[in-house]
């Protein structure tokens, strides 16, 4: 059995992962920091999944750290692409309503986003018109100017050579099974740490449990499934979203203007019968389906954010007419289910509070002296992922002491 030591050990090469690494090389120069990923590369689930939009962060309360890391998360993401040289989509984005009670809701992301010191402005249907012609609104809008897309892939792989010039060490194809004492047991062997930080995504909880914590939350999955424009888009030229429900995570049915004039419309929030169900059969695991089965039982009849009613009206989603009529009411052209063809799904990792059967809103982030365990690193964390991981490591050593 291979024996290995490293000073810092980071689970999951994701987005979050491959910062967090990053930012603790830029701290400690001399530190061994190893990244472990179960997978054969970096960036295999949401973070090489995701629509690449960079929000502003005006969905979130003001005292919410989603808001906070959105804001700044958007200017430092922005700036590193550019960096880079990595394509950018700097369209902004509208939000439309379809009657009063959005209306309503519209006021409270305008409360909340200025607040939060966002560029927002709030604009009449005729100026919506100037802004993005094929939208449609009643009687009033929000314009987002700092809301843009880039290239997913391509930030993480820039990201990850990033980390390989600095020294970070990866371990692909190496799966975490136990944690005894100061090291732990993978596939692979055995690693020895100082110090554990678990980024690990749809898993984080599993592995949190081994430290002992997690203790009364839980991952459910949710798939997100796009529908991508079959043609170049040389129509909408901003992104495009309904005004969501503020009780829910979820963003509603969209249309997002990608990079090198590609469009989507979607995603849907179909509860996944197991982590990692990309497609029907894809990665099955028996006991994984049971579990996420049980859960999403108890919270078909018990859950404060209509679990039933939800779950009902995303499965009605795999019908592609339905979510392009869906998409159309958000628009002044008529879109053709034939227009369109099914891109690649990914999987959002939702915690849930066991307890209350609620869904948690924010990040979320427990630990000790020994380990840190992310546990909830949803929407908005792509956008969030760099002010996000300084704000881990600063936890973590503050944990340390």
Known sequence: MNKDKFEIVVIGAGIIGLNVAIEIKKKFPDASVCVLEKEEKYGMHASGRNSGVLHAGFYYSQDSSKAKFCRDGNLALTEYIKSKNITLNQCGKVVVCKNEIDLENMETLLERGLANGVDLECISSKELAKIEPYAKTYKSAIFSRSTSSASCEEV??????????????????????????????????????????????????????????????????????????????????????????????????HFTCGVNDTLKIGPTAIPALWPEQYDFFSNFRLKEFIEICKLDLNLFFSSPFNFKKLAFNEYLNLFKPRLVRLSNELVKYKFHSNDFEWARSGIRAQLINVISNELEMDFVIEGDSKSLHVLNAVSPAWTCSIPFAKHIVENALEKIG
Do not use: W
Not at 185 to 191: E, F, K, L, S, Y
Not at 199 to 208: E, H, M, S, V, W
Not at 217 to 235: A, D, S
């Open 156 to 253: 993480i792989r820039n990201l990850y050579e990033d980390a390989l010039e600095m020294g970070i060490i990866f371990r692909f194809n190496e799966a975490f099974l136990d944690e005894d004492s100061s090291s732990i047991v993978t596939n692979q062997g055995r690693i020895e740490f100082s110090f554990l930080i678990n980024c690990a995504g749809l898993y984080a909880d599993k592995i949190a449990k081994v430290f002992g914590y997690s203790k009364n939350t839980q991952i459910i999955p949710f798939k997100g499934l796009y529908l991508k424009y079959k043609k170049k888009n040389n129509l909408i030229k901003r992104h495009i979203y309904p005004v969501p429900n503020i009780e829910q995570p979820f963003l509603g049915t």
